[in-house]
T-cell receptor, first 116, second 114 residues
């Protein structure tokens, strides 16, 4: 069974510093996709970044980058220059299933608090 | 704004009742996914529709059912509600479900069963 593990229930970071949120995954599929979502206190789920298993380079979207280490089965999210608005829950997710019926499975999340 | 619309935002009801949650996918998206987020179970996939047809089923209870209509909006019906059904229910849509490189979520419906 495929699985996503986020071992950090909560983290603090000082404003303007970088922070890394950990995510490890387990799959036997050669083709898979990894995602990060942000959930602020208002509740919506905001798509941040996607990494395909065959992508040669690490994905980046603005201040977000995904540190993809395939051999270690890790897909850590790096947020550079943290802002107060980055305080939220962050979820790692992985695509599973077949092409006609893909779905995402999610980790348990990491709560990030940015200190001023 | 993801473009996925969910109504209502909040729903308070009693045990044993039935409710309907509504979702409109992003313009142009043919797929709809339903997820449940609860404190004890986390984010759980319930069911997926594509152009009116059910494509995948997850941990959806028999008391729950869903459908996608010709105009592509979807409804999730929850019946014989129990206290444990209290959760945040999300709808999501994807521009390309065959690769699923992006999945956009609505703002959710917070269901409280009293």
């Amino acid at each position: 069974a495929q699985k996503i593990t986020q071992t950090q229930p909560g983290m603090f970071v000082q404003e303007k510093e970088a922070v890394t949120l950990d995510c490890t995954y387990d799959t036997s599929d050669p083709s898979y996709g990894l995602f990060w979502y942000k959930q602020p206190s208002s509740g919506e789920m905001i798509f941040l970044i996607y990494q395909g298993s065959y992508d040669q380079q690490n994905a980046t979207e603005g201040r977000y980058s995904l540190n993809f280490q395939k051999a270690r089965k890790s897909a850590n999210l790096v947020i550079s220059a943290s802002q107060l608005g980055d305080s939220a829950m962050y979820f790692c997710a992985m695509r599973e299933g077949e092409a006609s019926s893909y779905k995402l499975i999610f980790g348990s999340g990491t709560r990030l608090l940015v200190r001023p | 704004d993801s473009g996925v619309t969910q109504t209502p935002k909040h729903l308070i009801t009693a045990t044993g009742q039935r409710v309907t949650l509504r979702c409109s996918p992003r313009s142009g998206d043919l797929s709809v996914y339903w997820y449940q987020q609860s404190l004890d179970q986390g984010l759980q996939f319930l069911i997926q529709y594509y152009n009116g047809e059910e494509r995948a089923k997850g941990n959806i209870l028999e008391r729950f059912s869903a459908q996608q209509f010709p105009d592509l909006h979807s409804e999730l019906n929850l019946s014989s509600l129990e206290l444990g059904d209290s959760a945040l229910y999300f709808c999501a849509s994807s521009p390309n479900p065959s690769t699923l490189e992006k999945l956009f979520f609505g703002s959710g419906t917070q269901l409280s069963v009293l």
